[in-house]
């Protein structure tokens, strides 16, 4: 049992797609640090990140997760590339890199590990992939957020504890992984996984 402190736009929905989507890719059990911190939107998970990660620490949490959506499409906001200047990145609020956005206020130190999770447009596009669905050209690039939750939850969009569920069961298909494993910005998030200080 892995305890993995998990800093997500939105405590409930998110942090549990997170958790699982962290547990299927590692293919070991996790379990999110509790703390009193709560988390309201992107804006506030930058902004107490540096004091989630010092209380996670001193609790002695070595393991973080951060998931941002990128809302941009990939007009705006591009994808992630480890050749990507991550000050100027971050400094552009509307248009920069959201994950050299948020890796700028999330910085742990060893022996503590780190991972960035940042689906492109929202969480929905990992979860329509995951549950086998053919969008082209792609949903990264030509669906609107709204129209990618409705896709998957249908409308009205069902309470939260209800989304949560059905993302969960869609995460814990067996096909789910392989199928994410063609996106690229799921390609970014498992590759921070294969470091020792997670799998050992
Ligand atoms: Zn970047």
């Given at each position: 049992m892995l305890t993995v402190a998990i800093a997500t736009e939105f405590d409930d929905y998110d942090a549990e797609v997170s958790r699982v989507l962290l547990e299927q890719a590692l293919a070991r059990s996790v379990v999110r640090w509790q703390t009193s911190i709560r988390f309201n939107g992107d804006k506030s998970v930058k902004k107490l990140a540096p004091l989630y990660v010092r209380r996670a620490l001193a609790e002695g949490v070595r393991h973080f997760l951060f998931t941002i959506d990128n809302?941009?499409?990939?007009?705006?906001?591009?994808q992630h590339a480890p050749e990507h200047d991550e000050i100027a990145e971050a400094a552009?609020?509307?248009?920069?890199c959201r994950w050299c956005w948020i890796s700028r206020a999330a910085q742990v130190d060893s022996p503590a590990v780190r991972c960035i999770a940042v689906p492109v447009q929202t969480m929905e596009t990992w979860l329509l992939v995951a549950r086998g669905e053919a969008l082209s050209p792609s949903p990264e690039q030509c669906y609107h957020r709204p129209t990618l939750k409705k896709r998957f939850f249908g409308t009205p969009l069902p309470a939260t504890d209800v989304r949560t569920r059905l993302a969960v069961d869609v995460i814990r298909q067996p096909h789910a992984l392989h199928a994410l494993r063609g996106l690229r910005s799921f390609q970014l998030f498992e590759a921070q996984l294969g470091i020792e200080g997670w799998r050992g």
């Open positions: 809302d941009g499409g990939q007009r705006r906001r591009p552009d609020e509307r248009d920069g």
